[in-house]
């Protein structure tokens, strides 16, 4: 393709000049933003990806943790086993429930210890270690 | 700063406190929970009656015996349930205005010896005997005899129907007011008194509402007790398992809805 000649060159150059469309700008200026917006989004999943590369090493013992005990039994509250057992329970509650009628704690208070207690004395067979009905 | 960047930095931030281990983090109530044993501990008394006896107030009748220990001093004098202390080495109970500190005076001062004047359905009572040598929870402060009860220490099992709880009294004493999740303890026998925190999530409004009833009538009668052995340099994890088939209207009314479990042990040497 030859180059054109100077006398075109400057018949082009003397053209009017087209009006562009009102909306042009608009429409040029929206797709700069979401083009803005999108690199933007990128980033910052780029930062999570790289937070949650960098955190795994620090999450994988506790994982670990939360995993294996999910399978492990739970050692729940179970009355005392055996005469022995029972009568170390009851000696620590009454110690506790004196310990509390001591500092004059109310009836509400001591209450939960006292239900512990009944609780305890269904195995032990001695008719003088039960509590008064109208303790509380 | 970005809002991109802030996320990272909160999810950063997150993730090392997550992996942070639990028996690290240290609470802020815990010289008062220390401060708590320590009272506990010097106000025990070295012998004991082996009853519980009632001196809240004075009562010019005598103190009430409310229940007396199986294999106890009391038991072994013959003490029951029911009589009333009149004096006790000497120390009247009948006539103190201060019966609590009338008795603990008897108690340690005879060197375990006891001479007892009760009443028994208005009949007078002379016993004697010898008292109980009590295990002093001192060890409390001796690192290589002492564990701890925690609350809120490591990630509650929800999905076992278990739930962050609260330590309302340790061996009949009240726990700190202010917020403290892990106390130090001898090794040996304690009596926790326990509240639940069951989250509400897991109720439909019918259960929430009747738990609230209940709550609000029976105020402290609403926490559970339970003894619990503690060996040294262990930390016991305290929670409230709700029962899923004890949520009827009168199991909440029993207050039998939950229980306290230990749901985990962990190895915790005292400092």
């Known amino acids: 393709m030859t180059e054109p000649s100077t006398q075109v060159r400057n018949e082009l150059h003397a053209l009017p000049g087209i009006p562009l469309p009102e909306a042009l700008w608009q429409r040029v ?108 | 700063m970005p809002l991109h960047s802030r996320i990272a930095w909160l999810l950063l931030g997150t993730c090392l406190y997550m992996a942070a281990p639990a028996h690290a983090a240290q609470p802020a109530g815990l010289p008062a929970a220390s401060a708590l044993q320590a009272a506990a501990s010097s106000s025990l008394a070295r012998y004991g009656l082996g009853a519980v006896v009632d001196v809240r107030q004075a009562n010019p009748n005598g103190a009430a015996v409310l229940a007396v220990t199986p294999g106890g001093a009391a038991d072994r004098m013959g003490l029951q349930a029911g009589d009333r202390l009149l004096a006790i080495n000497g120390h009247r109970l009948d006539s103190t205005s201060k019966p609590s500190s009338t008795l603990e005076v008897a108690l340690q001062e005879s060197n375990g010896e006891l001479q007892v004047e009760a009443s028994r359905d208005g009949r007078p009572l002379a016993l004697s005997g010898r008292a109980d040598a009590l295990r002093l929870a001192a060890t409390s402060g001796n690192p290589a005899s002492c564990g701890y009860v925690s609350t809120r220490a490591g990630v509650v099992p929800r999905t076992q129907q278990i739930f962050h709880a609260d330590i309302t009294q340790i061996d009949g004493r009240s726990t700190p007011l202010e917020p403290s999740y892990r106390h130090r303890v001898g090794a040996g026998k304690h009596v926790l008194v326990v509240r639940e925190f069951i989250d509400p999530n897991y109720l439909n409004s019918a259960q929430i509402h009747q738990i609230a009833k209940m709550k609000k009538f029976a105020f402290a009668r609403a926490y559970k007790s339970f003894v619990i052995d503690v060996k040294p340099g262990m930390s016991y994890r305290i929670g409230a398992r709700l029962l899923k088939d004890k949520l009827d209207t009168q199991s909440i009314r029993d207050n039998a809805y939950w229980e306290p479990v230990v749901w985990q042990e962990v190895a915790e040497a005292c400092p």
Not at chain 1, 75 to 98: E, F, K, M, T
Request: aromatic share 4%; hydrophobic share 45%.
């Open chain 1, 29 to 136: 200026d929206s797709g700069r933003r979401q083009k803005m917006r999108r690199r933007k989004i990128l980033a910052g999943f780029a930062s999570l990806v790289l937070v949650a590369v960098m955190a795994t090493p620090l999450l994988v013992p506790l994982l670990a943790d939360f995993a294996g005990r999910q399978g492990e039994p739970l050692v729940a509250y179970q009355p005392a086993n055996g005469p022995h057992d029972i009568q170390a329970d009851l000696h620590a509650l009454d110690q506790a429930l004196q310990v509390a009628y001591d500092r004059g704690a109310s009836d509400a208070e001591v209450a939960p210890m006292w239900v512990a207690r009944e609780a305890l004395l269904t195995g032990v067979q001695s008719p003088r270690a039960a509590p008064r009905r109208n303790r509380i």
